[in-house]
């Protein structure tokens, strides 16, 4: 039988609106009076975040904004954050943003009360203690961090990805507003979305995945499948928005309390080096790992077939594994996802570099197929060949 445990003390809001609904929500949580509003630039020039601070202004809240950050966070800027929280005697953090903005929310919220720099917290030389209450509403359906224990972030000086992770560095509310995303490029739905499927998939195929991960990960990929094709085609088509914000909350809860695996470290790596968006490095590595894994894990990869449409229950598991590749592969590039080879910065000279990263992530051993820097290296070589090396491989699974 197998032991596993579930946990997400996240309280989530979702609806039409419902950030201007954040002082409300407040008052169910010790918040105090004084919060830290941390955003990126884009989303402030973008309008999304005046309106939240102004309603929390005129409910009686002291806000201080916090913007200096880049779309791969680093712990430099994390630091810069908790030292304004401490400046300004903070009580809690307010997160508006993607990924970049709620994992640098959460980085701030441990370093600002306690101190000291992420890596000393990571290597277990400061407990994960006496954390600021976490509030996030995120403006693109991918990330997830609205209800995870972790915090991705850069280490400056050596270009490592770095990941917080405690169970409380869950937030302590989630609002989820679609009106939110409605305004979020092309290009960024995409990414954010393919990376939502990312989680769904690793989240419950991973070799700590538990049967809630599963069922909450099937109902995502299955969603972001069938809608985001549609949320890219019209930003403001209002259900195929509040359909891709949910599945991004389910493929969070999905890994929240499992992990994610290859694709993930592959990405981070890659992001580490050439601050590649992060949902965009998922997408480039996602067919390629699974064809890896499907190679000595079958029945999983039938099943991720079958469940997101790719493949009938009468294909025989090879015809489904093909589908599922190759499924994967057009569905990526038809969301106009670019080719490794494509990516500003990448050289092939870097791959060692990238293997060597991508094999000390620290969810490398939760991936479904035993996988060594070797053969990183050589998923990043296939990746690079392109499309057609990956399609003329799928008959050997």
Known sequence: MMSYSYFCNTR??????????????????????????????????????KPVQESLEKS????????????????????????????????????IGG????????AIALLGPNGGTPIEYIEGKRPYANIAPIICVPTTAGTGSEVTRSSVITEAAT??????????????????????????????TAATGVDA??????????KITNPISQALGARAMKI?????????????????????????????????SSDVAAVHCLAEALGGLYDTPHGVANAVFLPHVLKFNA???????????????????????????????????????????????????VRKEDFPRIAELAAENNSTPSN????????????????YEGNNALLESIEKV
């Open 12 to 49: 989530i809001e979702m609806g039409m609106g419902k950030s201007l609904e954040l002082p409300i929500f407040l008052r169910s949580i010790s918040t105090g009076s004084s919060l830290l509003l941390v955003s990126d630039p884009g989303v402030v020039k973008a309008g999304l975040v």
């Open 60 to 95: 009686g809240y002291r806000v201080v904004l916090f913007d200096r950050l880049s779309q791969n966070p680093r712990d430099t800027e994390c630091l810069e954050g908790a030292k304004l929280y401490r400046g300004q005697k903070m009580e809690a953090v307010v997160a």
């Open 99 to 106: 990924g970049s903005a709620m994992d640098t929310g959460k």
């Open 159 to 188: 270009h490592r990805k770095l990941t917080l992770k405690d169970a409380a560095l869950r937030p302590a509310l989630a609002v989820l507003d679609p009106q939110l995303t409605f305004s979020v490029p092309q290009s960024v």
């Open 197 to 206: 499927l990312v989680h769904a998939i690793e989240g419950s195929t991973c």
């Open 224 to 256: 972001i499948v069938s809608t985001l094709p549609k949320a890219v085609g019209n930003g403001r088509k209002e259900k195929a928005r509040c359909d891709m914000l949910e599945a991004s909350l389910l493929a969070g809860m999905c890994f929240g």
């Open 295 to 345: 190679e000595t894990e079958k029945t999983v990869h039938v099943d991720l077939a079958r469940q997101m449409g790719f493949a009938r229950e009468n294909d025989s598991d090879q015809e489904a594994v093909e589908k599922l590749v190759s499924g994967i592969l057009e569905f990526t590039k038809g969301l106009g996802i670019p080719r490794l080879k494509d990516l500003p910065g």
């Open 368 to 383: 479904v197929r035993d996988i060594t820097k070797e053969d990183y290296l050589h998923i990043l070589n296939y990746s």
